[in-house]
């Protein structure tokens, strides 16, 4: 019994979890291109797969090519939010009232 049957479907995040990805946080510190002495931060949370980051690098390099603001430094930090162990499939209903 498979929830696909059922018109249920997980969500993206979760399927992506379960393939490995996890939690990235990451801080860019970028110069300002008007004023090249001042230190920018951009900080954001993506799911990517540690430790190659491969959504990681392509919003780099994305940057690197379109932004004018020359980058700085990079900081990550990662947390794999699922993992095979911590899951387990469960074949039955639950009904909530």
Do not use: C, N
């Amino acid at each position: 019994m498979d929830g696909a049957s059922h018109g249920f479907r997980a969500s993206p995040d979760f399927i992506r979890q379960m393939e490995g990805y996890g939690l990235t946080t990451v801080e860019v510190h970028y110069f300002l291109p008007d004023h090249p002495r001042l230190l920018q931060l951009f900080a954001f949370q993506q799911y990517d797969e540690a430790p190659t980051f491969p959504v990681l690098k392509k919003f780099l390099d994305y940057w690197t090519r379109e932004i004018e603001g020359p980058l700085h430094s990079v900081r990550v930090a990662h947390k794999r939010l699922i993992g095979p162990q911590e899951w387990q499939a469960v074949d039955g209903v639950i009904s909530i009232h």
